[in-house]
């Protein structure tokens, strides 16, 4: 049964890139596309984007310029970077597997992590 | 971006009853490309169906989802209290983007 936790700091100060790792366990990185959302109270649920096993990635074009979401297939994990944060980007941050058949739905997912930007 | 506006907003019925979600795209999706997803407090998500008529693991034929166009449905028979959550769709067309939800209530 493949789980996944969403590991990180809770508080980030305005400015500054928060960071956040989401760890796979019980089964393989395979061929699945790895993602994150989050969710706040004001915006609801966004997709912030995905990575596929070869690196490659794909990103919410209103957070592009600001996210940068990476893979180690040898520790079965992928990180999410997202630069310059400001209070709008505080959030319950989810990290969750793509649907087996390729398609943009989302089968498993994590727990969730708050973060809170704030000073 | 395909916006995509949910009503009502809360749902409030009787267990064994027929709950009716709708979900509006602010531009033509095919149903494909639409999941739905449920979501209990303090809970991820959940996904429910997607691409027409593909389940999740262990989600039950209570849930169905129908439309076409810009309008649709998320039709839940014979209701029971653990059905009691929000209810998100999603359209992976055009980028992704994920509707603000219905609370459905059953007691």
């Known amino acids: 049964q493949v789980q996944l936790q969403e590991s990180g700091p809770g508080l980030v100060k305005p400015s500054e890139t928060l960071s956040l790792t989401c760890g796979i366990s019980g089964g393989l990185i395979g061929t699945f596309y790895w993602n994150w959302i989050r969710q706040s109270p004001e915006k609801g649920l966004e997709w912030v984007g995905y990575?596929?096993?070869?690196?490659?990635?794909k990103y919410n074009p209103s957070l592009k310029s600001r996210v940068t979401i990476s893979i180690d297939t040898s520790k079965s994990k992928f990180t999410l970077s997202l630069s310059s944060v400001t209070a709008a980007d505080t959030a319950v941050y989810y990290c969750?597997?793509?649907?087996?058949?390729?398609?943009?739905?989302?089968?498993?997912w994590g727990q969730g992590a708050k973060v809170t930007v704030s000073s | 971006e395909i916006v995509l506006a949910q009503s009502p907003g809360t749902l409030s019925l009787s267990p064994g009853e027929r709950a009716t979600l709708s979900c509006r795209a602010s531009q033509s999706v095919t149903i494909s490309y639409l999941a739905w997803y449920q979501q209990k407090p303090g809970q991820a998500p959940r996904l429910l169906i997607f691409?027409?008529?593909r389940r999740a693991t262990g989600i039950p034929d209570r849930f169905r989802v129908s439309g076409s166009g810009t309008d649709f449905t998320l039709t839940i028979a014979r209701l029971e209290p653990e059905d009691s959550a929000v209810y998100f769709c999603q359209q992976f067309a055009d980028s992704v983007t994920f509707g603000q939800g219905t609370k459905v209530e059953v007691k």
């Open positions: 691409g027409a008529s």
């Open positions: 990575i596929y096993k070869d690196g490659s990635a």
């Open positions: 969750a597997r793509g649907v087996p058949t390729g398609e943009d739905a989302f089968d498993i």
